[in-house]
Nanobody
Framework: QVQLVESGGGSVQSGGSLRLSCEAS????????MGWFRQAPGKEREGVSC????????YYAHSVKGRFAISRDNTKNTVHLQMNNLKPEDTAVYYC??????????????????WGQGTQVTVSS
């Protein structure tokens, strides 16, 4: 049974930083890319950043490039999202996701099969 448990959300002022973490269990690390989606009020869910299982290559949405960094620790079955220089438009519920695909860009640009419960990120101006 796939389980994804997020932590690290919260409230910060514009320009601040947060680090999200996702602890994963119930699936093999090989062949499962992982990443983060977000959904802001009144907007569709979007793929923010994903990391490939096969080679660790990363995908970032254009809106977060240069500000966010994704990493994966296979020894601890965790994936992190370091978010710097946060903006009010980053306010959303952030979800950890995974699917049986080797490549992060496929994960972030598709509809993942597995989702965590979400964690709220609020950025005030």
């Amino acid at each position: 049974q796939v389980q994804l448990v997020e932590s690290g959300g919260g409230s910060v002022q514009s320009g601040g930083s947060l680090r999200l973490s996702c602890e994963a269990s119930g699936f093999p690390l090989n062949g499962y890319s992982m990443g983060w989606f977000r959904q802001a009020p009144g907007k569709e869910r979007e793929g923010v950043s994903c990391i490939s299982s096969v080679d660790g290559s990363t995908y970032y949405a254009h809106s977060v490039k240069g500000r966010f960094a994704i990493s994966r620790d296979n020894t601890k079955n965790t994936v992190h999202l370091q978010m710097n220089n946060l903006k009010p438009e980053d306010t959303a519920v952030y979800y950890c996701v995974t699917d049986q695909t080797n490549y992060g860009d496929y994960l972030c640009q598709g509809v993942p099969d597995y989702w965590g419960q979400g964690t709220q990120v609020t950025v005030s101006s």
